[in-house]
């Protein structure tokens, strides 16, 4: 039986029914409102651009300056963040009307783009050796110097402070020196504009025009493959300065301010004034009634607590077809020695605009600085060997109220030169730059670039010395000096990429003009019979103005007055191509013409060639993906050139001879002009570099890092040598003559140690060690050729205490083998042969069996420049705190402590004129006299530095403002053997009475708005 069942409803039954089925599908498809804020999962920083898009929809938006975004979506949608270098994250809105969210970076992302000579690439297209150093990465303290950023942090780069004045030059070696007689300096790239290495008048360092608080980030070229691009000025190496620019959204300032205090820490160990007296009574009894009854430590009389500022103001703008950044510093920083000071105000400006729908984009560049220099004269040792017995003050109108010996050959009380020394220098630098980049419209791909920039520098120094009569300044002295220099550059270049069958090509080809000028107004010395008094010099902390000096120019010795002039022109071209993005090749090109060689020789050429292998991503690599994320193969050979050598050295220029060399007319005797002597073939230094290196990376990129092998060879070394007699107008000449070879390895290692949603400790490693020795230096065959002397030193005329030699490194320390009883060398005034002379041969060795001590006996012993240096770098985040440190430390080094040598003998508490203290290892080694050339004052230097500790602290409780206040501690600890102050005694390894440096505390804060 069938039964039919019908159901009838009711028409209000219906609409209930309808609106019950179908009030999920209303309920997903309901708009609101959704926003949130995006922040780096690191440091917690905004991110402006991120892409926030409905997933399978074209519907997004993107973050503002502050990182925040606002857009419609309903419950049922996903969200996908989006960002360059930071993982993709997606997050389903499920009725939340807030999302925020913290984006990690994309440890796999080989994307970032490098600065390279003339443009930029991605990293992992990149086929030389290049290291980039972020903003965030750099070392912080009292920083004037952009050098000081990037020491510890890059493999094969060595980053020595000379001393420790504020503001002070710095050495850089990359991959160690490749001249004797030329610059060893890397060029400086600020913004694409080449610069000089040297100063005018008045200034420390020639980069301290640029605000290190402005940088973005440093590139290092390190191999002739990245440095080739700069032809004849990339030999040692480039460093690209890249400053920060605007960023789009509303206006963000920005301040950041601290305060600083550096103290002096354990100097050199002289005798006090109770073991002085002692030993004068003992060893100087001639001198007991010199002594005075004072208690004073002379080294703490010339130093002070230096306390130091530092302001930079900064505001960020830009709209969807600009964007610039303006900023303002003021840096006021004094010295450890009293009354050294640096005060500099410096200001920039970066302005970009694009127009014709971004296919033309005009950049402004500018720089300005004004820097104020008092300089201290250096008088270390003064304060270490003056007696301390006596007061600083005295009943003494002739030395100004200062004690002073009665002898001018006596040492000078060293508080009175302080106080009495008015040096001082004024610096003002501009460097105005303007690009303008155009892509053609009829050739897809193709654009041109047009870059000019200007830079002149204005320097002034002053230097006054009031009357002091038994310090033998009668009169008193003054000086004064000034120079500029000016630079000016002109560039354009053509660049062309496009898509090829096979992969992408990239070529660049372009031309460079750059002129530089000096030109040295005055240079004017007071004459011995004029006094301050006439010169009517009032008060020396001031400038003396130009109507003033063209009143007392009568007074003052005739003007020295000249310009020079060189100019670099170059032709250049580069081609970049990826095949399959698997097989990279990098060819350059560059020919260089300079004014500073002679014509037959004043064009030179610069090619280099790369290649660069993605193993990774092979097919027969699939089975290494879970295991490495990157490996990366890379070979190049280049060649560089050097031309950091003085102007006009090819040209014989007559100049008015001294008196020692005269002729005699009758019984006159009458001073002749003369040509220096010079070889007219001089040319570039040629440095050839070959290079193997492996990129890598583990565990999805938590663990990455490069190794490289590299071998430089530099030919046509310029050296001076002497000549055969006849064959030029004096004796010698600087030639390209000479050979020199670096050879090393380098490893560098990133780890990210830990990384979860609110700790994060990222570290960096890297060691390098490098082999440097002199192949050929002349065409002298003779056996018995010592080579050539350098490195002076203080405590006798005319001592050099390294050696020239082919078969050893550079700058080797030339010293006698001394002999030692029970490990303590022998003293002056033992009879250890048994001859019945006391003499030097008891205690040095006889090399050559002769039977006497000279020169002959002298041999090579240890080097300056280490073997392995290493660098430590880590940074840790936790919720609102972070940490930052680097350590740096060396292995092999050695420096001739000349402290020690000079003031460790018992003659200085029986000189003649007065009693000199002397330094405490006198009664360790028990010498009577200087033994200047003794091996036991060449000393290890290996050492580790904490540089610089930063503690950091955000705070967000306040709206719109980020906030960070932050203390930092740099030159916290060292540990090393070496006996003298500080093993890093400058890039020569002389450790000769320098500047000490302080141990700096910091306290500051950051503010963004």
């Known amino acids: 039986m069938n039964t039919k069942i019908t159901l009838e409803v009711k028409w209000p039954l219906k609409y209930l029914l309808v609106l019950l089925l179908t009030s999920g599908v209303f309920a997903s498809l309901a708009q609101q409102k959704v926003s949130g804020t995006v922040r780096d999962s690191q440091d917690g920083t905004s991110l402006p651009g991120v892409t926030v898009q409905i997933k399978g929809t074209q519907k997004g938006a993107a973050t503002d300056i502050d990182g925040k975004y606002t857009l419609d979506a309903s419950s049922d949608d996903i969200l996908v963040f989006t960002y360059i270098g930071y993982q993709t994250i ?23 783009i490098v600065v390279v000579g003339y443009g930029q690439v991605e990293k992992g297209d990149v086929t030389g050796v290049v290291n980039k150093v972020d903003a965030k990465e750099f070392n912080t303290g009292v920083l004037t110097s952009p050098s000081n950023l990037i020491a510890g942090k890059v493999a094969g780069v060595q980053v020595v402070s000379n001393d420790g004045a504020p503001g002070s030059g710095v050495s850089i070696r990359i991959r160690g020196g490749t001249s004797l007689t030329a610059g060893n300096e890397p060029l400086f790239v600020v913004d694409g504009v080449p610069l000089e290495n040297d100063g005018v008048a008045g200034v420390r360092n020639p980069l301290n025009f640029i605000n290190p608080a402005d940088i973005a980030d440093i590139t290092v070229l390190k191999d002739a493959s990245s440095a080739a691009i700069y032809g004849s000025r990339g030999a040692n190496g480039v460093v690209i300065i890249t400053t920060k620019k605007g960023i789009s959204g509303k206006p963000q300032f920005s301040y950041d301010g601290s305060y600083a205090i550096g103290v002096n820490g354990p100097g050199v160990r002289m005798l006090n004034p109770a073991e002085f007296a002692f030993t004068v009574e003992r060893k100087g009894p001639r001198n007991l009634g010199d002594l005075g009854s004072s208690n004073t430590d002379w080294f703490d009389e010339i130093t002070q607590v230096a306390q130091g500022m530092n302001h930079n103001l900064g505001v960020s703008f830009g709209g969807k077809t600009n964007n610039g950044r303006v900023s303002l510093n003021y840096q006021d920083v004094d010295g450890l020695l009293k009354t050294d000071n640096l005060q500099r105000i410096s200001g920039a400006v970066n302005f970009n605009q694009e127009l014709l729908n971004k296919d033309l984009s005009i950049g402004i560049s500018t720089k300005h600085s004004i820097i104020k220099n008092r300089f201290a004269p250096n008088v270390v040792g003064s304060a270490l060997v003056f007696d301390p017995t006596q007061s600083v003050l005295a009943d003494d109108p002739t030395t100004g109220g200062y004690f002073e010996w009665s002898s001018p050959l006596a040492p000078s009380n060293p508080v009175a030169q302080i106080d009495q020394t008015f040096n001082i220098g004024r610096t003002v630098r501009n460097l105005v730059g303007a690009n303008v980049n155009y892509k053609l419209p009829f050739v897809d791909g193709l654009s041109v670039k047009v870059n000019y920039a200007y830079d002149n520098s204005q320097g002034k120094s002053q230097v006054t010395r009031l009357i002091n009569e038994k310090a033998g300044i009668e009169n008193g002295t003054f000086t004064t000096f000034e120079d500029s220099r000016t630079s000016n550059l002109l560039e354009t270049y053509l660049n062309y990429n496009t898509e090829l069958s096979i992969g992408k090509l990239d070529l660049i080809a372009g031309y460079s003009y750059q002129d530089f000028q000096k030109s040295v107004d005055r240079s004017l010395f007071k004459r011995d019979t004029v006094s301050l008094t006439d010169l009517n010099i009032t008060n ?43 097989y990279l090749i990098t060819a350059t090109v560059r020919r260089d013409g300079s004014t500073r060689f002679g014509e037959a020789n004043r064009w030179g050429l610069f090619p280099s060639l790369a290649f660069a292998w993605r193993v990774i991503d092979e097919p027969f690599a699939k089975g290494l993906e879970d295991v490495m994320s990157n490996l990366k193969v890379r070979a190049s050979y280049g060649v560089t050139g050097n031309e950091e050598i003085g102007d006009y050295l090819y040209v014989n220029l007559y100049q ?17 002009f003369r040509p220096n002597a010079v070889d007219p073939g001089i040319k570039w230094e040629e440095t050839r570099s070959l290079n193997f290196g492996i990129d890598y990376g583990f565990l999805e990129g938590r663990l990455s890092g490069s190794i490289d092998l590299y071998r430089k060879l530099t030919t046509d070394l310029l050296f001076n040598i002497a000549f055969p007699i006849g064959t030029l107008t004096g004796d010698r000449a600087v030639t390209n003559i000479g050979e020199m070879e670096n050879k090393g390895i380098e490893l560098q290692l990133n780890a990210i140690v830990i990384d979860k949603s609110d700790l994060r400790l990222d570290l960096g490693f890297n060691a390098s060690y490098n082999r440097n020795e002199i192949l050929k230096l002349d065409n002298s065959n003779l056996p018995d050729f010592q080579g050539y002397p350098t490195g002076g030193i203080s405590g006798d005329v005319g001592q050099s205490i390294q050696i020239l030699r082919v078969g050893f490194p550079a700058n080797s320390f030339f010293v006698y083998e001394h002999r030692k009883i029970n490990g303590r ?47 430590l770098t880590g940074n840790m985040t936790y919720k609102q705190f972070d940490l930052a440190f680097t350590f740096r430390g060396q292995i092999g080094g050695y420096v001739y402590n000349n402290v020690q040598a000079q003031y460790g003998a018992f003659e200085g508490v029986d000189n003649t004129f007065a009693p000199n203290n002397i330094h405490l290892s006198a009664y360790d080694n028990d010498f009577t006299e200087r033994q200047l050339l003794s091996d036991i004052y060449v000393e290890n230097a290996s050492f580790l530095k904490l540089d610089n500790v930063t503690v950091g602290y955000k705070i967000n409780q306040i709206e719109k403002v980020k906030a960070r206040v932050y203390f930092t501690a740099s030159n916290l600890m060292t540990l090393t053997g070496y006996s003298g102050v500080d093993p890093e005694a400058g890039i020569g390894g002389i450790d000769n009475n320098l500047y000490p440096r302080s141990r700096t505390f910091i306290a500051g804060l950051n503010i963004t708005f």
Do not use: C, H
């Open 656 to 672: 008015l001879s001294d008196d020692r060399t005269t002729y005699i007319f009758g019984q006159d005797t009458v001073n002749t």
């Open 825 to 871: 060398p022998v003293s002056d005034g033992e009879d250890t042969n048994n001859d019945g002379l006391r003499n030097d041969l008891d205690m040095y060795v006889d090399q050559n069996d002769d039977g006497r001590i000279n020169e002959d006996d002298l041999r090579p012993y240890k080097k300056p420049a280490p073997d392995l240096i290493l660098g």
């Open 540 to 582: 020396p902390t001031d400038f003396i103005s130009d109507g003033k000096l063209n009143e007392i120019r009568g007074l003052l010795d005739e003007p020295l007055i000249f310009e020079l002039e060189n100019r670099l022109i170059s032709f250049w071209g580069r081609a970049n191509l990826s095949i399959q993005d698997k």
């Open 90 to 112: 997606e997050q389903a809105v499920s009725g939340r009307t807030v999302i925020d969210i913290n984006m990690v970076t994309d440890i796999q992302e080989l994307s970032e």
